[in-house]
């Protein structure tokens, strides 16, 4: 198994950052591709961004691109979102997922392994 385990959410206003991370164990996190999803109340899980498993090759949503940076530390066993000029469509529950392959997943049926999110919360 993959357990991973999301933290750095919280409330923030329009305009604000914040840097959510995903600690991964179990199997090995140099070998998978790597991705966040996020999803408000009553709406479906969408894709925000995606790392292979060396840090050389992301992707993003286009409502992240420009603002989301998605990078990682396979020392530290660590996936990082870092989110800036949060806006308030950006609320809802940020969750990481192993893909369990090399490269990169834009979709939840690529991913195998799931966190159980953090919220993050952006006023007006």
């Known amino acids: 198994q993959v357990a991973l385990v999301e933290s750095g959410g919280g409330l923030v206003q329009a305009g604000g950052s914040l840097r959510l991370s995903c600690a991964a164990s179990?199997?090995?996190?140099?070998?998978?591709?790597m991705g966040w999803f996020r999803q408000a109340p009553g709406k479906a899980r969408d894709f925000v961004a995606t790392?292979?498993?060396?840090?050389?090759?992301?992707y993003y949503a286009d409502s992240a691109k420009g603002r989301f940076v998605i990078s990682r530390d396979n020392a530290k066993n660590t996936v990082y979102l870092q989110m800036n000029n949060l806006k308030p469509e950006d609320t809802g529950v940020y969750s990481c997922?192993?893909?369990?392959?090399?490269?990169?997943?834009?979709?939840?049926?690529?991913?195998?392994?799931w966190g159980q999110g953090t919220q993050v919360t952006v006023s007006s």
């Open positions: 997922a192993a893909r369990s392959e090399l490269g990169i997943g834009l979709g939840e049926k690529n991913y195998d392994y």
């Open positions: 179990g199997r090995t996190f140099s070998n998978v591709a």
């Open positions: 790392i292979n498993w060396s840090g050389r090759t992301t």
